[in-house]
């Protein structure tokens, strides 16, 4: 990955490129951590039904139809992956579902229910959103339901958090309105780049230098995939400006000082997303 770092346009070969290798990660590192299969699992559409519908099953289109190679080497799934990207990325195709298919399978369900605090909770939440176990089985490996660091006992009830400092961060509008904390972990990512969770979407936001510092001007660089967007937003972030934040406020910048407190955000000539 270091070829494309501080490559802000990178040709349409460089992004299919950075997608498989991106895919491939997030299986292998779930296949991989504690308690994983060991395998990741690639699930692709195979044309035509395994299975007839019955009482226990109504045939969906979808799974009916998957197949799947088990992959032993990274190596080994980024080449799997390469070979059935046209699935994953088809505007009108299944490519998110194949993606979740392989995700559970290579962490394995077993382990997935292992990793919640509750074992009879779902990774998709009500309306179809993805669930914040979901968020964190892709950006961490496994489906901890909370983003606190470590383990938070509850009256005897042991509820599960983040397990060590990651590279990629989560910044929350949740946070904001005080609906839970993000824990450093999982808010002081050590690459620069943070998912951001706000407005019901996810989008996500990033610095060109790695371990940045809530205590230092920061150059940061956004981006929507349901933004439509022709270009990067660029904000400069100024913290402990004595800025306080009001819930009128654009949603991003109610985000970004959950990390950096009271900073001003200039958008740089930019029309601040509301």
């Given at each position: 990955?270091?070829?494309?770092a501080?490559?802000?346009?990178?040709?349409?070969?460089?992004?299919?490129?950075?997608?498989?290798?991106?895919?491939?990660?997030?299986?292998?590192?779930?296949?991989?951590?504690?308690?994983?299969?060991?395998?990741?699992?690639?699930?692709?559409?195979?044309?035509?039904?395994?299975?007839?519908?019955?009482?226990?099953?109504?045939n969906?289109?979808?799974?009916?139809?998957?197949?799947?190679?088990?992959?032993?080497?990274?190596?080994?799934?980024?080449s799997?992956?390469?070979?059935?990207?046209p699935?994953f990325?088809?505007?009108?195709?299944?490519?998110?579902?194949?993606?979740?298919?392989?995700?559970?399978?290579?962490?394995?369900?077993?382990?997935?229910?292992?990793?919640?605090?509750?074992?009879?909770?779902?990774?998709?939440?009500?309306?179809?959103?993805?669930?914040?176990?979901?968020?964190?089985?892709?950006?961490?490996?496994?489906?901890?339901?909370?983003?606190?660091?470590?383990?938070?006992?509850?009256?005897?009830?042991?509820?599960?958090?983040?397990?060590?400092?990651?590279?990629?961060?989560?910044?929350?509008?949740?946070?904001?309105?005080?609906?839970?904390?993000?824990?450093?972990?999982?808010?002081?990512?050590?690459?620069?780049?943070?998912?951001?969770?706000?407005?019901?979407?996810?989008?996500?936001?990033?610095?060109?230098?790695?371990?940045?510092?809530p205590?230092?001007?920061?150059?940061?660089?956004?981006?929507?995939?349901?933004?439509?967007?022709d270009?990067?937003?660029?904000?400069?972030?100024?913290?402990?400006?004595?800025?306080?934040?009001?819930?009128?406020?654009?949603?991003?910048?109610?985000?970004?000082?959950?990390?950096?407190?009271?900073?001003?955000?200039d958008?740089?000539?930019?029309?601040?997303?509301?």
């Amino acid at each position: 990955m270091d070829h494309y770092a501080g490559n802000l346009s990178p040709n349409n070969a460089e992004r299919q490129q950075i997608l498989v290798k991106v895919l491939a990660s997030i299986l292998w590192q779930a296949a991989n951590y504690e308690g994983g299969s060991k395998f990741a699992f690639v699930c692709y559409d195979s044309g035509r039904s395994k299975f007839q519908c019955s009482i226990l099953y109504r045939n969906d289109g979808i799974t009916e139809r998957i197949q799947f190679s088990r992959c032993s080497t990274l190596a080994a799934t980024e080449s799997c992956v390469q070979e059935f990207l046209p699935q994953f990325q088809s505007a009108m195709g299944k490519g998110c579902i194949l993606f979740l298919y392989s995700l559970v399978l290579s962490r394995g369900v077993n382990t997935i229910r292992n990793d919640l605090d509750e074992p009879g909770s779902a990774l998709m939440a009500n309306h179809g959103y993805c669930s914040q176990e979901l968020v964190n089985l892709c950006m961490m490996g496994y489906s901890a339901q909370n983003v606190f660091n470590n383990t938070v006992d509850l009256d005897g009830k042991i509820l599960k958090g983040i397990r060590e400092p990651r590279d990629i961060g989560l910044l929350t509008l949740y946070e904001y309105y005080k609906v839970f904390e993000v824990g450093s972990y999982l808010k002081e990512a050590s690459s620069g780049i943070w998912v951001v969770c706000s407005e019901s979407h996810y989008s996500v936001l990033f610095s060109k230098k790695s371990s940045c510092s809530p205590l230092e001007v920061t150059d940061l660089f956004y981006y929507d995939s349901l933004g439509n967007q022709d270009a990067l937003y660029n904000l400069t972030v100024y913290p402990n400006s004595g800025v306080a934040s009001a819930d009128d406020d654009p949603p991003l910048e109610l985000c970004i000082r959950t990390f950096w407190k009271n900073a001003k955000v200039d958008w740089n000539g930019s029309e601040p997303l509301l």
